[in-house]
């Protein structure tokens, strides 16, 4: 947004404050135009504490998501039947904590700290995605998550590269092109397996019918029981409805499916010619309440191993920040002095 559209400094100038309060609702009469006319909001713009508190939950919790949907699949890395697979593998993982970092410091331009997010996590007072409370039991759930929870990432993040806040939709082209690549991968994986032994394909079948239920529910509750996405449509940081993303998310898998050998677990699941989309079954809307509610199968599990790991990496922060404090006062030492600066001044 151009600059005449930023918030007063109030702390600079107190006299600023009465001002301020009746220029609000020319504030947000500005904010509304930019969104309306498909500007970028930016971290420095004025934005309506709604917007800003929307954006921080739905950025912390995809953030979460990112760093403990790490686990489930780190499960397989010394698993993976191949050394090549384990490459691949293990990128992956990488690409996934990368995401945590890039949506982390988009989170940070609201001006909230990584820190107060992580707590957040730790201490429940913040979600992660819902998938990731389940467990991979075989190796072919690393294909299922590849080619289902990544092909639902994606089909979710590539409308939210024209999220209307700036630092959100930046973030998010490097991740769906990065989320191309493991859904690919995952695909790749499934249709190895399915082409295999008939142990390998049943193995893949199961998979797939373990990930897929859970995979729908991962855009969110029905739009009817949608909290948030009327008014984060409104905002145009959501640009579709969870039902829509959902629909297209299954007319998307279903010729898929199809090349990969492998059936969806849903009995009524037929095109609609009159549609022109796939009719699908009921969705087990309990399910989805009782995992949020903590009650998934690893959701203890998940939390207690994120909270482990950041424990056990406090030696690593504290070495960074005494590293980066160190070099700060190295820099300013040999900073040259302001022209016209006494020596002793700068000594
Ligand atoms: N899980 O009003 P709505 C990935 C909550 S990244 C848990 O519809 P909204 C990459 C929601 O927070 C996956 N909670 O909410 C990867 C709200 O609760 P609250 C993560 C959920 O925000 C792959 C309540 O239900 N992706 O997979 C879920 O408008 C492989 C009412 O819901 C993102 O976060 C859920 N599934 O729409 C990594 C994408 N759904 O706060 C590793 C960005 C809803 O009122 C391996 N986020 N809730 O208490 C979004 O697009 C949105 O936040 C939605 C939810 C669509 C998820």
Redesign the pocket.
Known sequence: MATAHKAPDVARDGAAAAAVVTDITELEAVFDAAVAADERIEPRDWMPDAYRA?LV???A??AH??II??Q??ANWITRAPSLRRKAILMA?VQD?AG?GLYLYSAAETLGVSRDELLDKLHSGRQ??????NYPTLTWADVGA??WL??G??IT??VP?CRCSYGPYARAMVRVCKE?SF?QRQGYELLLALSRGTPEQHAMAQDAVDRWWWPSL?????PDA?????EQ?MTWKI?RHS?DE?RQRFVDICVPQAESLGLTLPDPDLRWNEERGEHDFGPIDWSE?WS??KGNGPCNEQRLTQRKQAHDEGAWVRDAAAAYAAKHSDHDKDRRPAAPGTPAEATA
């Open positions: 929307t939950r739905q950025i919790q995809h998501s990112e949907g790490m489930p699949e992956k996934e995401h979600k992660y995605s819902s998938i990731f998550i590849g929870v990544d639902a990432a979710n993040q939210l989320e493991h529910m991962m855009f969110g509750p029981e949608s909290s948030h996405s984060s959501k969870n993303l989805f995992v949020l």
